[in-house]
């Protein structure tokens, strides 16, 4: 209205045809993006169904990473394609390695003094990470 002192409400008012052009390209505008909202959602279901397809092959690769189908599916007892010589597998129960009184001390000044990562070190002596954090912390009081 600076620019233009001159121009009055009277003379920017749309015509009925323009109005009606510009209601048809609106609705046009509209309707591509109703479709586009449709595809985007349907994208949204196949990759939420993907991910759970995803997450439902790592519990199962978990469960036969922990053993569970081992005892269920090669029994050969009841399998006739597993050579009799096979031996039944199951999970064993692992009894904790002992370390003596040197290997702790080479724990502790691995991780305190070299400061080298738990994890690596409970690998080195065949150990949970919990061990060698355990050991730590005492030998921190």
């Not at 129960?93 to 724990?107: A, F, Q, Y």
């Amino acid at each position: 209205m600076k620019d233009h002192p001159d121009k009055t409400l009277e003379d920017s008012k749309l015509s009925d045809t323009n109005i009606k052009a510009l209601g048809k390209q609106i609705t046009n505008i509209r309707a591509n993006l109703r479709l586009k909202a449709l595809e985007f959602e349907k994208e949204e279901e196949t990759s939420t169904k993907a991910e759970g397809d995803v997450t439902s092959v790592n519990n199962l690769a978990a469960k036969m990473h922990r053993g569970y189908f081992k005892s269920k599916v090669l029994n050969p007892e009841e399998a006739d394609y597993i050579p009799s010589n096979t031996p039944v597998l199951h999970r064993t129960i692992h009894k904790s390695k002992r370390l003596s009184l040197k290997e702790k001390m080479e724990v502790i000044h691995g991780v305190l003094v070299r400061h080298e990562f738990q994890a690596h070190i409970a690998k080195q002596y065949r150990v949970k990470p919990v061990v060698v954090s355990v050991l730590v912390n005492k030998a921190k009081k």
